[in-house]
């Protein structure tokens, strides 16, 4: 898909960093769990909590590939950005990067597959209507 | 000390909750840890990055005391804030509370001992005169 | 209570510690949560699981107090034990610490009260009769 | 390389949980991240705290595949294990999975690229000798 990514900055904290001053990097997908959340409740305007919780659909990751190319440390302000790749009929794959707000760096960047599923279940389901409307609507036609 | 409260939002992610879908307790900590960077950050205007990478000076609890009066869930807005209510020669009291962004309920209270230490002896050191300033500037004399 | 504590012993890991190389204090909670874990599978033979995904009972901490009186560091080993200091109708009080596993040194102490909720309406509700039993066959009658 | 994988049996604990009562993903990393400080001090007898504290030599992850197959939830015991697959001179890449404990059902699997790198200069340095002749010991030569 060629429509804009969705983006937001975020400070690296203490809490984010190991005993070697740098983000620990399980805490990088922590940060992306939050940009896919901001992604649904501001780019999409579905609601992320009414989606997992009222309707019951969960997006657990089933696949992903991350490359990690240079260090963050605690304070520094990072841009994280997310553009949808390709829209299956039950799944997604996004493209999601994190890069320093101050100068472009690229830190890391990840290849991610999600599954919409029944938190019933654990089944994989279709990906709902409307969100398949609001991720064409924002990121553009594949 | 009777002056203003350093208060910030912040939104119940997915990650915060526990397996019950409220916030698993330890989290609190974690987020008002967080509160306390902003604090030093744009309450006090000293940058926390600086103060313990560079100035080598640490911000360990010592003592806390909490309460968990009611749960809160993904998707919740809060408010965090924090007010100092004792100012000794090389530790603090904080006085925290996260409520309710949309009806001010108040989900956990906590009062915490905060020493200055150095990072490098891990031992107390006299609260910075800089800091010390700027807590009375904020919070006012005791 | 008089009977004895219940202790398992832990190593400090990587992911444990903050920047400054020492457990981030609100780690302590996440270990001590794991040793509640442990207390009701070995030390009351209830299973933790089946307490709360089948009987769908919660242990939410009310209220704790605790004290931080030397770091741990990573590559620690660190002995965690619990007491119960107090068994109620609805709610228990824990006696809790973690010395070093090498020397005893005491490096955190917390009093917790823990209360038994329904999961399904985040309302206390009476301690089992079966966990009451094991706690006073573990721990001897007040 | 050939020789026999390194693995260690751990519990699914309610702090590695999410909502969705299941492994939150980020966990995983989390998890195998202990798995490799049990490999350092156990599988190759050279003291993951020794390396990193005194030696000052770190391990960070430079790349990494992640497929998630099924589903591991609270309580659960899973074994975590970890193969040697390529060791390079200054990286290696370890294959590593986690199955159930009770059935062996293939959870979640992994290839990650590791880099020796000094911890003062963040730059790649070769693998130290001891820890090459211990990885060829332990999993036999390429």
Known sequence: MSGKAFARERLIRFSDCDPAGIVFYPQYFVMFNGLVEDWVDEGLGIGFRTL???RRIGLPTVRLEADFRAVSQMGD???LS???ERLGSRSLTLDSRCTSADNGQLRMQMRQVLV???LESHQAVEIPHDVRE?????HGRT
């Not at 609001?134 to 924002?138: F, Q, S």
Request: cysteine-free; charged content about 30%.
């Open 134 to 138: 609001a991720i064409e609507r924002l």
């Open 116 to 118: 919409t599923t029944s």
């Open 82 to 84: 997310l553009q949808v």
């Open 52 to 54: 997992v919780i009222e």
């Open 77 to 79: 302000r990072v841009e």
